[in-house]
């Protein structure tokens, strides 16, 4: 992970970055940047600006595994109103999955937001969507990594800043 990234004319810091297993099985690293350092998820998810989470591939990734893992780490965390207002991006989201082709290793995905425009999804640096406009979308996406119920509870405490040292795998 680099240190910083550029997104929306500003330079964000990498807050924290992890990765992420499944079993015994690194799937990828998971990277989170923000304008400035943030130790709790509300206070990442309540951050001003523009936000990126980097997902480098370390193996091979089909689009329907991929999909599945977004919808379940949605629906995981966030509760019946979030999803109320966010369904039909949600449905657009699993589309946008089952027409993306296989993820490669070291193949990067990188979920941005942009104030004023949504958030927008690239693989190696290629849109794949046009953006989805609400904060309440980026920010479910977000809980995918930082909610209640995260996809893997260390890479949630790597990317919210605490050092592998800090912390035994769960």
């Known amino acids: 992970m680099e240190e910083t990234a550029r997104v929306a004319n500003q ?3 990498l807050n924290g970055a992890g990765m992420r297993y499944k079993a015994i099985f690194k ?24 936000k990126r989470i ?9 689009s329907d595994d991929l999909g599945r893992s977004f919808m379940e780490g949605l629906n995981k965390n966030s509760d019946r109103t979030e999803k109320t207002k966010i369904i039909s991006q949600m449905q657009r989201l699993g ?13 990067v995905v990188t979920i941005d937001w942009l104030p004023g425009t949504g958030t927008l999804i690239a693989v190696n640096g ?10 309440v979308f980026y920010n479910a996406l977000l809980k995918i990594w930082l ?7 260390q890479l949630k405490r790597a990317m919210l800043g605490e050092k592998p040292e800090d912390f035994k795998r769960q």
Do not use: H, N, Q
């Open 147 to 153: 909610g209640d119920k995260p996809a893997d509870g």
């Open 126 to 135: 290629k849109k794949i969507t046009d953006a989805f406009p609400d904060l």
């Open 11 to 13: 330079e964000l810091k």
């Open 95 to 107: 589309e946008v999955f089952g027409s993306t082709p296989e993820l490669k290793k070291g193949d």
């Open 27 to 50: 799937v990828y690293v998971g990277g989170l940047y923000l304008t400035e350092r943030k130790t709790s998820a509300a206070d990442a998810l309540a951050a001003p600006g523009p």
């Open 54 to 62: 980097t997902l480098v591939t370390m193996r091979e990734i089909s």
